[in-house]
């Protein structure tokens, strides 16, 4: 039977590339991406992998010359690309939001009626002014569209912002968020069944990564007195693993526990007694 590879577009240089990269790897999927190269096989995964700039990432996916693909949810809705997003990815996060100059006396998204707006997503854009009943004249740059006031281009801009210091040091003043994204996993429609088992291989796999780094291993040692407190404060997968520990009156116990609750628990656990607490990273987590 002739054997075919599952084939992913991915951006080849720019802001999702090493995360997109990293992801794979991650996904146990061995690969050479020197440079210039803009295909690549995986050694052992059916996956081929094509490295492409972002906005060409949708088409791609939906011509069905890449099967799925990893690219911004910016992107994607701007592109109007018959696509399934499979899975959001965690990284890539930033919002596309309207910004004015500090001098601007803006009160609501009103005052842009009329006004000449400055961005790279006029798709993404028209749609939420029109959502919004707002008349204004959308101007397409393809970059720099934060210079776009200081140089009478436009009297405001619609651009993606992440920690909003780009905005901050062009005078500008974040005032309505269009959309948020994050990197997603596409795909095309219509794959092939043999396709489609391997697209359904590396989801679980991407799935295992994803919970793994919101999740850390923690072993501590605790009084026996106060076991039943600390299990209290680990929920673990299904419950903490506790062991007795060679001294007498002292326990160990092992937990997982999700990244956001962490330094919270961590302190709790020393107040209630814990001691040699390690916390261990996660590679895989299948539940
Ligand atoms: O060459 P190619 O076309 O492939 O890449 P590109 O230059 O079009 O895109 P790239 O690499 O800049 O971004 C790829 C994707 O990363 C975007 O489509 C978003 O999904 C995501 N992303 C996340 C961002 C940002 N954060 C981001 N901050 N993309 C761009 N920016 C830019 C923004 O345009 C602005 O210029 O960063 C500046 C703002 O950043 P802050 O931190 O100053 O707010
Ligand atoms: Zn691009």
């Not at 440079?35 to 081929?48: M, N, T, W």
């Not at 972002?54 to 990893?70: L, N």
């Not at 309207?98 to 798709?123: C, D, H, M």
């Amino acid at each position: 039977m002739n054997k075919q590879n599952l084939k992913i577009a991915v951006q080849k240089s720019g802001r999702l590339s090493e995360d997109s990269i990293g992801l794979l790897r991650t996904c146990g999927i061995s690969f050479n991406n020197g440079s210039g190269k803009l295909i690549s096989v995986a050694q052992d995964f059916p996956l081929e992998i094509f490295f492409l700039r972002d906005d060409d990432i949708p088409e791609y996916v939906a011509d069905g010359v890449a099967d799925i693909g990893i690219v911004g949810e910016n992107v994607l809705a701007e592109a109007e690309r018959d696509v399934i997003t499979r899975e959001r990815l965690g990284f890539g996060k930033c919002r596309l939001a309207l910004a004015v100059p500090k001098s601007f006396s803006y009160q609501s998204i009103e005052n842009l009626n009329g006004k000449r707006v400055a961005t790279s997503y006029p798709k993404v854009l028209s749609n939420f002014l029109e959502t919004n009943n707002v008349t204004a004249e959308i101007h397409t740059i393809s970059g720099s569209v934060e210079i776009a006031p200081s140089i009478g281009l436009a009297d405001a801009v619609c651009d993606l912002v992440s920690s909003g210091s780009t905005l901050f040091t062009n005078n500008l003043r974040e005032v309505e968020i269009v959309m948020t994204s994050e990197a997603v996993l596409i795909q095309r429609k219509n794959l092939a069944a043999d396709l489609h088992i391997i697209l359904e291989k590396l989801v679980f796999r991407i799935r295992a990564v994803k919970a793994a780094r919101q999740n850390k291993y923690i072993l501590l040692n605790a009084p026996n007195e106060k076991l039943k407190e600390i299990i209290n404060l680990l929920p673990g997968i299904k419950s903490p693993t506790v062991m007795p520990l060679a001294e007498t009156g002292w326990s160990s116990v092992h937990s997982v526990i999700n990244e956001n609750d962490f330094w919270e628990i961590v302190e709790s656990l020393k107040n209630k007694g814990a001691e040699g607490i390690l916390v261990l990273s996660i590679d895989q987590m299948i539940s």
